[in-house]
């Protein structure tokens, strides 16, 4: 199963052109800029980031801006009345910028277009124009179809954005359970696949799409898996905890 997991996405890259070890060095040069909860750490990052891209407006930079401000707009403008609105569309459209880019390096591509898709679903959340939802889903489409075989993100983000539609989105959100399942099949066959930071949030991400009575015991196995991951609580440990606390009682 390892073997044919490793070829299956070795033709895939191929097919794109991607280089698998300029793609992990890439996610190497954005992981601190990926998935920060602390909101205080973001925020210092968020100065970091603006005033690097100021000093050297370069492609990788770009990205990194892009990538901040999607955090930005996930976990600080839904807690704040103006100061952060409108990051998610300033994501979005530095993302679009460098993707449109005829140069733009291919290995790059797995995290623009991902983080593009997310982007665009928060600028409809935001602004309420739920037509771009879709339209993001579309977005998430191409891009899970692209580069699943090669990278974590498009399934990921596509997964997390799934488990917090509302109901009226019901054909979306079945992506949360597929996309988390798929990650985790395909981690539990190449370790490689994913880091622990997004292991711990994707272990999460499963427990709780599995909380009915039936798959019980099942989600405290992949509750267990995140806390396990995680420490230091820099993932999904603190809120895995808490699910768990609440299925034991």
Not at 92 to 111: A, C, N, S
Request: charged share 25%; hydrophobic share 40%.
């Amino acid at each position: 199963m390892i073997k044919a997991m490793k070829t299956s996405g070795a033709k895939n890259a191929k097919q794109q052109s991607l280089d698998l070890l300029k793609l992990k060095a890439v996610e190497h040069q954005l992981d601190d800029v990926m998935e920060i909860i602390d909101k205080n750490h973001l925020k210092k990052k968020l100065v970091e980031v603006e005033a690097d891209y100021c000093r050297n407006p370069s492609e990788i930079n770009t990205v990194r801006l892009g990538i901040i401000y999607h955090e930005v707009a996930l976990n600080l403008a839904f807690f704040s009345k103006t100061e952060f609105k409108g990051y998610a569309k300033k994501s979005f459209d530095r993302l679009t910028q460098v993707f449109h880019l005829t140069h733009t390096e291919k290995e790059l591509l797995p995290f623009i277009t991902s983080y593009r898709a997310s982007a665009l679903s928060l600028v409809g959340a935001e602004t309420k124009k739920l037509a771009l939802v879709g339209q993001a889903f579309t977005l998430f489409d191409k891009a899970v179809r692209d580069y699943a075989a090669v990278s974590y993100l498009p399934q990921f983000l596509r997964g997390s954005v799934a488990e917090n539609l509302p109901w009226i989105f019901f054909s979306k959100r079945k992506f949360a359970r597929l996309d988390f399942q798929s990650i985790v099949t395909q981690f539990e066959e190449n370790s490689e696949y994913a880091n622990w930071k997004v292991m711990s949030f994707t272990y999460l991400g499963l427990a709780k799409q599995m909380q009915h009575k039936k798959f019980r015991e099942q989600s405290l196995v992949y509750l267990y898996k995140a806390i396990a991951l995680d420490p230091h609580y820099k993932a999904g440990r603190e809120k895995a905890e808490e699910l768990q606390h609440v299925m034991m009682q």
